[in-house]
């Protein structure tokens, strides 16, 4: 019995990454001016700011209803008409499926592209196209799932079983019947699971993009900020955290049963009575939201506008790229990646102890990892917008205030992925070493850790490429980054300025994603 070892990297290579992260950690903290000392001095403001929140408006109730369920269907056509795309794009992508790389690269190409552009940003400019309202939200949301949703996909479509695939060659299947016979049946389960996390993503993206003019329960929450009504705010992020813990709760238990399957032996008359209920639960929330969601069309003025952006866009206002006596792209940029690498950075190790609070198998005792579920749940779901607002309260409107709202944020989305790996984890090295009496401290040590650390870096840089996105616009309440001029620049109209700015955004997501995603496959 031949036993397989793990090839570990050079320790000099490991010395010299380490000294890269210290030194760009040391570089974000200086370029973002973060420090204790800062947080420690305006915490007082924090508690004053959470007590204008407290008690909540609970009578503010009655008036959110409306407009959560105007979020709740551009949700679920956002995502259902983005998913309509994105699912044959990912097919296109796939160099398992289709082979021509003329075919492949361009598909790639334009997934990329779109998925670069933050959902916020796709908001602002469709409210200037379209008008205000949920028609801007909707297509949003549409560009916003496809982004998503084509990546995972495809990656999905490229990790299946070739054997099926070289048997239909091999007998001379054409091109449609390897995609209905071979790869469709693989897929379709790992499909509808990330359709049914892609919606759960996309209730939170929905929630501010109202803040742009973008409809829904954002354009809410929007004026009870600019009215100074904190308590109607509070009321509102309580309200969306439990529409939003409760659809976690089913697509979470549905998308175990797509990927597990059922705990228990399920008869092929009930197995499929559920997918005949599930369908048409899907058709009836569908057809709920066509017709309940007024879709306002495109304005008198949309071609002309249209035609003005993509004049600016395809003339972009190269000048901004560097001034050297003041605000560029270049400085704006640089900022937004130390906002995003601090926050990053935050995020990963406050989250530690939560992840393992929530994870199933680390505890006896199911009420502790529910709770710690839930306390994750929460704060995923307060706004970065929000954060933002109450960081800039103690450290005023600068880049501080976006790293330690991007921070905390991330706490709930990336202590989710590190519980769910230590939850998936193979138990038996620890009750192995359990069984010979090793303390918790050396289970974890050798036993738990050793088997997370991949999936906890992978989820990691994973998350820095989503927080890059989300810095880009941070500055439309003065948190830092790009957000600030881009905002300015879409209000003024001016579209060649805003052109170099989304060119800069492409290229630095771009970059990022790349080298993100090539560590991913090496470490993963």
């Known amino acids: 019995m031949s036993v397989t070892t793990v090839k570990r990297p050079p320790r000099t290579k490991l010395y010299l990454t380490a000294l890269i992260m210290v030194l760009f950690l040391v570089g974000s903290i200086y370029q973002t001016d973060a ?7 305006g915490t007082p403001e924090i508690f004053k700011f959470i007590g204008e929140m407290f008690p909540p408006d609970w009578a503010f109730f009655a008036d959110i209803w409306k407009p959560m369920a105007q979020t709740l269907q551009m949700s679920i056509i956002g995502t259902t008409v983005g998913a309509i795309f994105a699912y044959p794009f990912a097919l296109l992508a796939a160099r ?6 003329w075919l492949f690269y361009p598909a790639r190409l334009i997934m990329n592209l779109l998925r670069t552009i933050p959902d916020l940003l796709y908001a602002a400019l469709f409210a200037v196209l379209v008008g205000f309202g949920p028609t801007a939200g909707t297509l949003a949301l549409v560009f916003f799932t496809f982004g998503i949703l084509s990546k995972l996909s495809y990656e999905s479509t490229e990790a299946i079983d070739p054997g099926p695939l070289e048997a239909m060659t091999a007998v001379g299947a054409n091109k449609l019947k390897l995609i209905r016979f071979g790869v469709l049946p693989q897929v379709a389960p790992t499909y509808l699971a990330h359709f049914l996390y892609t919606f759960e993503v996309s209730i939170r993206a929905s929630a501010i993009l109202g803040l742009v003019g973008a409809g829904g329960i954002g354009l809410l929450l929007k004026n009870t900020l600019d009215l100074f009504r904190y308590d109607q705010s509070c009321a509102i992020v309580i309200y969306t955290l439990l ?3 409760i659809i976690d709760l089913v697509s979470t238990r549905f998308r175990s049963y797509l990927l597990k399957g059922s705990a228990k032996p399920m008869s092929e008359t009930r197995s499929r009575t559920y997918k005949i209920v599930g369908w048409g639960a899907v058709i009836a929330l569908f057809i ?3 017709t309940g969601l007024e879709l306002t069309g495109f304005q008198p003025t949309t071609w002309i506008l249209t035609k003005a952006m993509i004049s600016g866009l395809f003339h972009p206002d190269w000048a901004y790229v560097y001034i050297p006596e003041g605000e560029d792209l270049l400085r704006s940029l640089l900022e937004t990646l130390s906002i995003s690498y601090l926050g990053n950075f935050v995020s990963a190790v406050v989250c530690l102890p939560f992840a393992f609070w929530a994870a199933a198998n680390m505890s006896r005792y199911r009420a502790v990892s529910g709770t710690g579920k839930f306390f994750l749940s929460v704060v995923r779901t307060i706004p970065e917008i929000i954060m933002a607002l109450i960081f800039i309260k103690a450290v005023g409107p600068n880049a501080y205030a976006g790293v330690m709202a991007l921070g905390l944020h991330s706490v709930g989305m990336l202590g989710k992925l590190y519980a769910e790996a230590i939850e998936n984890m193979d138990m038996g090295p620890t009750e192995a070493m359990n069984a010979v009496g090793a303390n918790i401290w050396q289970r974890m040590a050798y036993a738990v850790v050793p088997q997370v650390i991949p999936d906890f870096i992978s989820y990691t840089l994973y998350r820095f490429e989503i927080n890059v996105r989300s810095a880009t616009l941070l500055g439309i309440i003065g948190a830092g980054g790009i957000g600030t001029p881009l905002i300015f620049a879409l209000n003024a109209r001016q579209w060649p300025r805003v052109g170099i700015i989304l060119i800069g955004i492409i290229i630095t ?12 496959k090496r470490i993963v």
């Open 35 to 41: 420090t204790l000392t800062k947080l420690a001095t």
């Open 96 to 101: 398992n499926v289709t082979t021509s790389p």
């Open 243 to 245: 529409v939003v813990v």
């Open 288 to 290: 709920w939201s066509l």
């Open 509 to 520: 997501v771009s970059i990022i994603d790349y080298i993100s995603g090539s560590l991913r």
